[in-house]
């Protein structure tokens, strides 16, 4: 379920809180393949099925920049703020791939507010995000978000 923010208020206290999970996401190989052209990154672990069968993940993944991208489609799942003039993805803090994600898998996304913080004209928010893989005990990734939200 996504919460809705209405203004900064609402963001301001929303700090502290567990935003819950998104939806599952297939990681499709047309979404790879986009990826890589998007980025000139068509390096076999991607895109070469049968190579990548034999090697060390037994089959294509996705990149670790693509997994990362996807917080954006997923975070709009997790949280919608309306009543500002405009939002803005100011960074990260930190981001890890502790595993793959195999072409063909279902992913989601796990948020929490950090913190609520002014800034000139609005607030700076902290999200701590965690991308799961269905079937992988470990998260495929680990991200620190910051978005700025402005009257």
Known sequence: MTTVANGVDE???LAGQDLGATEWMEVT????????DATDDHQWIHLDAERAAAGPFKG?????FLTLSLVIPLFTQLLRVEGVAMGINYGLNKVRFPAPVRVGTRIRMLGTV????????????????TVQAEGSPKPVCVAQSIQRFYR
């Open 60 to 64: 294509t993944i996705a990149h670790g």
């Open 114 to 129: 950090v913190s609520v913080d002014p800034v000139d004209g609005g607030v700076q928010a902290v999200f701590d995000f």
């Open 11 to 13: 963001v301001i206290a």
């Open 29 to 36: 190989q047309e979404r790879v393949n986009t990826f890589a």
